[in-house]
């Protein structure tokens, strides 16, 4: 595992990054007092985009559902449940 100071990780970062992407983990240390790990990544976490529609066919929306719960609804708005 190679050590190198701050300082040259800065001047050298490019050639630093493809020795750890080919496997080569690199010590990144600041006045001799090792800090992180340069590691290549063994996947990308990317997440799959997600579909509209993947239910369609499997659910019905009823004729009905913008009608559905008015009468309780414009009761709760006149003030009518109050008792």
């Given at each position: 595992m190679h050590t190198v100071n701050i300082h040259e990780a800065k001047t050298?970062?490019?050639r630093l990054v493809d020795r750890a992407a080919r496997g080569e983990p690199i010590i990144i240390a600041k006045?001799?007092?090792?800090?992180?790990k340069?590691?290549?990544l063994d996947?990308?976490?990317v997440q799959a985009p997600r579909?509209?529609?993947f239910l369609a066919g499997q659910i019905q929306v009823p004729p009905d559902f913008d009608d559905m719960g008015r009468d309780d609804i414009?009761?709760?708005f006149l003030g009518?449940?109050?008792a």
């Amino acid at each position: 595992m190679h050590t190198v100071n701050i300082h040259e990780a800065k001047t050298q970062l490019s050639r630093l990054v493809d020795r750890a992407a080919r496997g080569e983990p690199i010590i990144i240390a600041k006045a001799g007092h090792p800090m992180v790990k340069l590691v290549p990544l063994d996947t990308v976490d990317v997440q799959a985009p997600r579909r509209l529609g993947f239910l369609a066919g499997q659910i019905q929306v009823p004729p009905d559902f913008d009608d559905m719960g008015r009468d309780d609804i414009e009761r709760s708005f006149l003030g009518l449940d109050e008792a």
